[in-house]
């Protein structure tokens, strides 16, 4: 009797290393599917086109102090990693690109923010408004209204205006620099630029 379970014992391991060993090649096949899946995102991402617009509504490059990307001293934050559009208080304002919403919420320097992902793997930072009108996960077309100019977070006391960054996932290496937080530059992209295809 001892002997049969033994047998037994040994059969049900062998067949359970069998088992283990045919769903270790399927996650294998799995994986490798998996990889390739993420390389055409990956991929996928580069290729989609990116056209800009100013995301607030009715402004133009006079709304915004082109020299101000990278200005210093600019308070807390020791550089302004972006540009402020002014515009009178409650002005919709509106994604520069289409994507997805990434976040939505307040930062106590940005107050009220929205964060999109778009084309090119590139992070749209929208900061300091006056309330949001997107949620988490929305997907948004080029000029879709995600909420209004405001003086929340650390513009309270401040003229109106949006504060717009351009982010991007991918290190442009070759932009850093010995300006003060110049290894940040491979983060960043001058939205003035963007918006005027330069």
Do not use: C
Not at 35 to 51: M, N, Q, Y
Not at 175 to 191: A, C, E, L, V, Y
């Amino acid at each position: 009797m001892k002997y049969l379970w033994l047998k037994n014992t040994k059969d049900i391991a062998a067949g359970s290393q069998s088992v283990i060993f045919r769903k270790m090649r399927v996650m294998g096949i799995k994986s490798k599917v998996g990889i390739s899946t993420v390389i055409i995102v990956v991929i996928s991402g580069f290729l989609l086109p990116e056209k800009l617009v100013i995301p607030v509504l009715g402004a133009s490059e006079k709304d915004w102090n082109h020299d101000t990307f990278w200005y210093e001293p600019w308070g807390a934050s020791g550089v302004h990693k972006g540009i402020d559009i002014f515009s009178s208080n409650g002005t919709p304002v509106v994604s520069s690109s289409y994507g997805i919403v990434l976040y939505k919420g307040a930062l106590s320097r940005g107050g009220n923010v929205v964060v999109v992902l778009g084309p090119k793997w590139r992070i749209h930072y929208y900061a300091h408004l006056k309330d949001i009108s997107i949620g988490f996960g929305a997907l948004v077309n080029t000029s879709g209204v995600l909420g209004s100019v405001g003086t929340t977070g650390n513009a309270k006391g401040k003229s109106a205006h949006l504060h717009y960054s351009i982010l991007t996932l991918v290190p442009y290496v070759w932009r850093i620099d010995s300006s003060t937080q110049g290894w940040k530059k491979m983060f960043f992209h001058n939205p003035s630029e963007k918006l005027l295809g330069k």
